[in-house]
């Protein structure tokens, strides 16, 4: 097993030997292209990903045909369309590499049969959508409530990064401004 998700699960549960081999034998490793998709508007979400090395978005295209980026997962992050996986409907949205990516994959069935043979990992997730719960409502909060500049100025603090690994389109795209704004901001704060 790949010793980055091992690390990142055993921070919040600790697993035996067997638990590892059964979690081991519900995941599959995939290379991905920079601009590779894993889901298309249209096609039912099969199961979540743990992202290894490299970056993936969620995007939709909005009235105009814009994209507009709504998440990001870079290393020990996880990313999905959970409402198109848990209700097995088409998704109304995109999950592309944003460079070249080497991500963990498992599949809906296998999580639920995970869960049942491997109960620490059902806490693992809960605490991990927990997590990735509070920090949307935090970016929600920040969106709504903080100026333009202030909302770049918290994100890239906060997230370094970010600044050097995603195009400046699809940054600002998630901050909710034009790239030629962001490219405003970005000269004011280097």
């Known amino acids: 097993m790949d010793h980055t998700l091992l690390n990142h699960v055993r921070k919040f549960v600790e697993l035996n030997e067997d638990e ?11 290379k991905l292209k920079r601009k590779e998709y894993v889901l298309r ?3 039912i979400c ?19 045909g814009t994209e507009q980026t709504i998440q990001f997962a870079i ?7 959970f409402m198109s996986m848990e209700k097995e409907a088409p998704s109304e949205f995109f999950i592309q590499a944003v460079e070249s990516s ?17 109960p ?37 603090d906060g997230f370094p990064g970010f600044l050097q690994r995603v195009p400046q389109y699809m940054l600002a795209s998630y901050l909710g401004m034009t790239p030629e704004y962001l490219s405003e901001l970005r000269s004011k704060f280097p």
């Open 20 to 30: 590892t081999q059964i979690l081991d034998g519900c995941l599959r490793f995939k």
């Open 41 to 43: 508007i249209g096609e």
């Open 46 to 64: 099969r199961g979540n990903y743990f992202v290894a090395k490299g970056c993936l978005r969620k995007f939709y295209l909005n009235e105009n």
């Open 75 to 81: 290393e020990n992050w996880w990313i999905t369309d």
């Open 102 to 118: 080497e991500v963990f994959f498992l599949s809906h069935e296998s999580q639920e049969q995970l869960f049942a043979k491997v």
């Open 120 to 156: 620490k990992m059902e806490r693992y997730f809960r605490i991990i959508l927990q997590k990735s719960y509070a920090a949307l409502q935090q970016r929600n909060k920040y969106i709504f409530s903080l100026s333009k500049e202030k909302f770049y100025k918290q994100f890239s």
